[in-house]
């Protein structure tokens, strides 16, 4: 029998059906109470009562990994991405203190290779069982002409409840409440852009040795997956020892943390708190980008900046330590200034860079 005309233009509807079968075992391996469907219907189906909560407020996000995807692409290296995606998504929840549900994910392709998206539902699991969610369904798209066809890209769409009562605004920070750092495990999912052509302008291969980790090859190196944050920060919201937290993404801590701030607070934050990561001093130098950018683009070592009141500083930094997480007193919150916009730094010297 010859081909069907709709895979002579390449798609192949067999090699979707064989994917879904074989993506089910993933989500089935990670089922929340909740969950009320199967994947492979129409639309997930969740039940927040069953979940434990009385009065949910839903919150839902969606993200993507970027530029970072062309290294996975580059190096053949898709095992982690996912673990990505679901912390792009999933981080962006518990900063308003909701625990994550479940997420959906849309893989679009030129080519469908399932061993390749097998792998990246594979990571996207993975990602789910270190955030304490489901994946409930997702969508993948084979669209050649659109993409090249060793080419993808993911995107995913979570959705986490909060008791009304235990929603974090933010509203309540007043200065002199302290901002706690926790440490990020490399640049996360932003910047990649940048980093990219440094990578390029040095004329280096990504499975040459990191200039920064010379044990290790750079592209596996910068494939660091993002942080998952969610089983550090819930005992921690359970407890209301948090004020408000900011997700130290793309905008870096310049334009993340005031996102979370009253009109009439700022943040002051002090660089000499903690020490710049290796691949940040990299990049800084290699890329000859200043202070300001770098600050801007990156998250510089800090994952996610918490805001607690004076008097729990102890308490937090102690279960932060319980659990092997690096944090650091980063700043304080004080009254803001006609003259100030958000944020000011101490210590902006060369001296942070070296």
Request: proline share 5%.
């Amino acid at each position: 029998m010859s081909a069907s005309k709709y895979k002579q233009a390449g798609v192949d509807i067999e090699a979707g059906q064989t994917l879904v079968d074989n993506i089910k075992r993933f989500a089935n391996a990670r089922r929340t109470d909740g969950v009320s469907s199967d994947i492979g219907g129409y639309g997930g189906v969740f039940e927040p009562k069953a979940a434990g909560f009385k009065d949910p407020l839903l919150v839902s996000t969606c993200d993507g990994v970027g530029t970072k995807l062309r290294l996975a692409i580059t190096t053949q290296k898709h095992d982690t991405i996912g673990i990505d995606l679901v912390a792009m998504c999933v981080n962006d929840l518990i900063v308003q203190g909701a625990k994550p549900l479940f997420l959906l994910d849309y893989v679009a392709t030129g080519r469908l290779d399932i061993g390749i998206v097998r792998e990246i539902i594979a990571g996207v699991a993975a990602g789910c069982k270190l955030a304490g969610c489901t994946l409930l369904g997702g969508e993948t798209a084979e669209m050649p002409g659109l993409y090249q066809l060793e080419d993808y890209d993911l995107a995913g769409f979570a959705v986490g409840a909060v008791e009304r009562e235990n929603l974090i605004t933010g509203q309540d920070i007043t200065p002199d409440d302290v901002i706690i750092g926790i440490g990020s495990s490399g640049a996360h999912s932003n910047g990649f852009s940048l980093i990219r052509k440094v990578v390029a302008d040095q004329d280096l291969e990504y499975d040459s040795p990191a200039p920064f980790m010379l044990d290790i090859p750079l592209g596996e190196a910068l494939l660091a997956p993002t942080k998952i944050y969610i089983k550090t920060l819930l005992p921690l919201i359970e407890k209301k020892l948090i004020k408000g937290m900011a997700h130290i993404t793309g905008g870096g801590l310049t334009d993340n943390l005031p996102r979370i701030l009253p009109n009439a607070v700022t943040a002051e934050i002090d660089l000499q708190s903690w020490r710049l990561p290796p691949v940040f001093r990299w990049i800084a130098d290699k890329g000859d980008v200043s202070i300001p950018e770098m600050l801007k683009t990156f998250n510089c070592g800090i994952g996610m900046a918490l805001v607690i009141p004076k008097n729990k500083v102890g308490e937090v930094e102690k279960r932060l330590k319980e659990v092997g997480e690096e944090a650091y007193q980063i700043g304080k919150i004080i009254p803001r200034k006609e003259s100030c916009t958000g944020i000011t730094y101490q210590g902006m010297t060369d001296r942070w860079l070296a």
